[in-house]
Nanobody
């Protein structure tokens, strides 16, 4: 699966952004897609994930109730709606795809394909 992320930018705290990820290649079967982020000096961390066929969603506690992951199977697209953004959400956001077990859906090493990253900056 090839991925292309977009939609990052600069936003004030409390604002919203919507990230998009265009996917090409095999988007079927047990595909899982997710968003991860990496802030300067920190490790890449899980944000949210969704199962491609069933649409089951998973979130990090830090973004639950603020972020919403969704996918459009007809468009082969993945989205991340981010509301009530905080300065600590500042990071490069990556979309990812893989066929891992659900037990590993929060583990970045279980995802094979990665987009190029899009920078989200939240000012205070």
């Amino acid at each position: 699966v090839q991925l292309q992320a977009s939609g990052g930018g600069l936003v004030q705290a409390g604002g919203s952004l919507r990230l998009s990820c265009a996917a090409s290649g095999r988007t079927s079967g047990t595909l899982r897609m997710g968003w991860f982020r990496q802030a300067p000096g920190k490790e890449r961390e899980f944000v949210a994930a969704v199962t491609w066929n069933g649409g089951f969603t998973y979130y990090a506690d830090s973004v639950k109730d603020r972020f919403t992951i969704s996918r459009d199977k007809a468009k082969n697209a993945l989205y991340l709606q981010m509301n009530s953004l905080k300065p600590e959400d500042t990071a490069v956001y990556y979309c990812a795809a893989g066929f891992s077990a659900l037990s590993a859906i929060r583990d970045p090493s279980s995802f094979r394909s990665w987009g190029q990253g899009t920078l989200v900056t939240v000012s205070s």
